[in-house]
C-alpha cells in the first residue's frame, strides 16, 4: 500500500466539500455583479481536472437550487456539449454565467463581460497564468455592474481574481486583492425596505385595517424568503441563530430598532428574490424607496421625477397594448397633483400596476437609465488586501498589446498589415480603438510606443509575412536580370523586412549584413537603387495613411 502522496497529487482525487463549498460562497457573495447586483457576473473557474470541475458544478447546485442547474456548467475536452457550452457563454446576459474549465478557457476565450476568474488549480507556467488573466482584461462599456469599490456603474472597470492555490505568490506577485465596502444587490436592497416599511407601520399612524392588511402582506414576502433559505450553506449556517428567530411571523409583532438591524445586517445579504425582471425590480426598489422616504418626511423631488419620467417614457410607446392599458393611470401619475396627496397605499398601487411595463422603456441589453438614484455603502473595517500597483497590474500595457496582436492575426487590419495590402481609414481607426480604449489609453500608448505610428507598431510585433514581402520584389527580381551577387542582396532585404516587419531606416542598407561581400553602392546602379529604395518605401507606406 501506498503510503505517501504529495499534496498535488492528493488535490487530484481528494476534493473537500467545505473548501469547494467555501470558494462558491466567497465568489457569490464577493464576485462582481450585474443585474442590479442580483446576478453574478461572468465567470471563469479554472479546475483541477474532469472530476474536480464535475464536484464543482454538482455542489453549485446543492447550494443553489434556484438557479436549476444552467447557472453553471463544465467545460472539459472530453464534453459532448462543450462548444454550444462556450457559444452561450460568450452571449451577455444569457446562462451560463459561471463555466468551470479545464484547460479549454485558459487562452483564446474572447467573452467581454467576464469579470471574475477563480484560480481553484496551480499555475507553474507564468506565460499560461498571464494568459489565463488574460481573459478578464477585455473592456466592455456598456456593461453595468456592482463591485465591493466603486458601488453601482456602467461600463466594465476591472475584474477580480480569486486565487486560492497561491499562485500570484509563487509568481512573486502581490498577493493582496483589495479594500471593498458592502454593496447592496437588488434583492437585499428590497428586503431591507421591507423591513424597514414592517417597521413604519406599526406606528400609531398606520393602524387602519388597509394599513395593516399591506403590513401582513410584507411580513408574509419576507417570512418566505427566509423560510426558503437553504441550510447547507454555510453562511446560512453561521446565521442559524436569526433565522431561527426570523422564520416566526411572532417576531413581526413589533419590531424594535434591533430586530431591524438583525435582519439587515445577517439576513438580507442571505435572502433569494425569484423574480427574472431586473427592471421590475429596480422599480420596486424605487417605489419603496418613496414610501419610506414620505414616511419618514422626507424630500422626494429626485425620485418624483425619476418616476415622472418613467410614465412619460411610456406614455409614448403606447402602441404597446399592456402600455395603452395602462395610460390613465400614467397620466395620473404623471400629474404633479398627484404627488400632492399620494400615501403608501397609493404608490403601492402604481408599483403594481407599472412594475411590468418599465421593461418596455429599455432596448435588449441597455442598462443606462438608472431607476433607482443610488445603493447605500457601508464602508467596513474588514481588509481583504491593497488592489495591485500600476507598475505591477494584472498585464503589462506592451504585454497586452503583444499578446492581443499574437492572438488576433485574422483581424482584418492586422492581417492587411503582416501581407502588405494597404490601410484604409477604417482600419486605421480599428487600430486605434484597440491600442487606446480596448488594450490601454492614449497616455499607455505614448508612454510605451511613443509617436510610433499604430501600422508600424503592429508591423513591429506580427511582422511581415515572407510571401508578402517576396510578392513586393517578384517583378524587380524577374524583370531586371539580377546576377547573383543581386539576388543575395534582395533575398536579404526580404529577409530583414520579414524580420522585422519594416525598414526604420534606409541606411541600414550601407551596414552590416548588407555591406558584404560588395556594398549597395557598389551592387546596384541608380536605376536598381531607386527601385530598391522605391519598393521598401511602398512597404512602409502600406504600414501608415
Not at 78 to 84: F, G, L, P, W, Y
Not at 131 to 148: A, F, H, N, V
Not at 205 to 225: H, K, T
Request: with cysteine.
Amino acid at each position: 500500500m501506498e503510503e505517501y502522496k504529495p499534496p498535488e497529487e492528493l488535490n487530484k482525487i481528494i476534493f473537500n466539500q467545505n473548501t469547494v463549498d467555501m470558494v462558491l460562497q466567497d465568489l457569490i457573495t464577493k464576485g462582481i455583479r450585474i443585474k442590479g447586483g442580483d446576478c453574478l457576473g461572468k465567470t471563469i473557474i479554472f479546475a483541477q481536472n474532469k472530476d474536480h470541475a464535475k464536484y464543482i458544478v454538482q455542489r453549485f447546485d446543492k447550494l443553489y437550487p434556484q438557479y436549476k442547474g444552467t447557472f453553471t456548467e463544465r467545460v472539459t475536452c472530453e464534453d459532448s456539449r462543450a462548444q454550444d457550452i462556450i457559444d452561450a457563454f460568450k452571449i451577455p446576459h444569457n446562462e451560463p454565467f459561471i463555466t468551470v474549465s479545464v484547460d479549454m478557457m485558459d487562452t483564446g476565450i474572447d467573452v467581454r463581460e467576464i469579470v471574475n476568474l477563480v484560480f481553484f488549480k496551480k499555475v507553474r507556467s507564468i506565460t499560461k497564468f498571464w494568459q489565463m488573466i488574460g481573459r478578464g482584461t477585455r473592456i466592455c462599456p456598456e456593461l453595468s455592474c456592482i463591485d465591493s469599490i466603486d458601488g453601482s456603474y456602467d461600463g466594465k472597470r476591472r475584474f477580480y481574481i480569486f486565487d486560492y492555490l497561491g499562485n500570484f505568490d509563487f509568481f512573486r506577485e502581490k498577493q493582496f486583492g483589495i479594500e471593498g465596502r458592502e454593496v447592496k444587490s437588488l434583492t437585499e436592497l428590497i428586503f431591507c425596505r421591507k423591513v424597514q416599511l414592517i417597521h413604519i407601520l406599526q406606528r400609531s399612524e398606520y393602524m387602519s385595517d388597509q394599513y395593516q392588511e399591506y403590513r401582513n402582506g410584507l411580513i408574509n414576502d419576507v417570512l418566505l424568503q427566509i423560510c426558503g433559505l437553504n441550510e447547507d450553506l454555510v453562511a446560512v449556517r453561521l446565521q442559524r441563530k436569526y433565522v431561527e428567530k426570523f422564520r416566526h411571523e411572532s417576531s413581526y409583532e413589533c419590531l424594535t430598532e434591533q430586530d431591524q438591524y438583525d435582519l439587515n445586517t445577517y439576513l438580507a445579504p442571505l435572502v433569494y428574490m425569484d423574480e427574472k425582471d431586473e427592471f421590475a425590480k429596480r422599480f420596486d426598489s424605487l417605489i419603496y424607496g418613496v414610501m419610506i422616504a414620505i414616511a419618514e418626511g422626507n424630500s422626494i423631488t429626485r425620485s418624483q421625477k425619476d418616476v415622472v419620467a418613467m410614465c412619460s417614457d411610456l406614455l409614448a410607446r403606447t402602441t404597446i397594448p399592456q402600455v395603452k392599458n395602462k395610460v390613465e393611470l400614467l397620466k395620473l401619475v404623471k400629474d404633479s397633483k398627484f404627488w400632492f396627496q399620494c400615501g403608501i397605499n397609493d404608490l403601492e398601487y402604481i408599483r403594481i400596476e407599472l412594475r411590468e411595463l418599465i421593461k418596455f422603456l429599455f432596448e435588449e441589453g441597455d442598462m443606462k437609465r438608472k431607476i433607482y438614484t443610488s445603493l447605500t455603502d457601508v464602508v467596513l473595517s474588514k481588509r481583504e488586501g491593497d488592489i495591485l500597483e500600476q507598475e505591477t497590474e494584472f498585464e503589462d500595457y506592451k504585454i497586452k498589446v503583444n499578446r492581443y496582436i499574437e492572438e488576433h492575426k485574422d483581424h482584418l487590419a492586422i492581417y492587411k498589415l503582416r501581407n502588405n495590402l494597404p490601410l484604409t481609414q477604417v482600419d486605421y481607426v480599428s487600430l486605434e480603438e484597440i491600442l487606446t480604449q480596448e488594450l490601454g489609453s492614449h497616455e499607455d500608448y505614448q508612454r510605451e510606443f511613443g509617436d510610433t505610428p499604430f501600422g508600424i507598431l503592429v508591423r513591429k510585433i506580427t511582422k511581415l509575412e515572407r510571401e508578402a514581402a517576396m510578392k513586393a520584389f517578384s517583378t524587380f527580381i524577374n524583370e531586371q536580370n539580377l546576377n547573383q551577387e543581386q539576388i543575395v542582396f534582395v533575398n536579404k532585404v526580404i529577409d530583414y523586412i520579414s524580420q522585422n516587419g519594416y525598414v526604420d531606416n534606409l541606411s541600414v542598407l550601407t551596414k552590416p549584413p548588407f555591406d558584404k561581400p560588395r556594398k549597395f553602392l557598389e551592387l546596384f546602379d541608380g536605376s536598381g537603387q531607386k527601385i530598391i529604395v522605391t519598393l521598401i518605401t511602398n512597404i512602409n507606406d502600406n504600414a501608415v495613411l
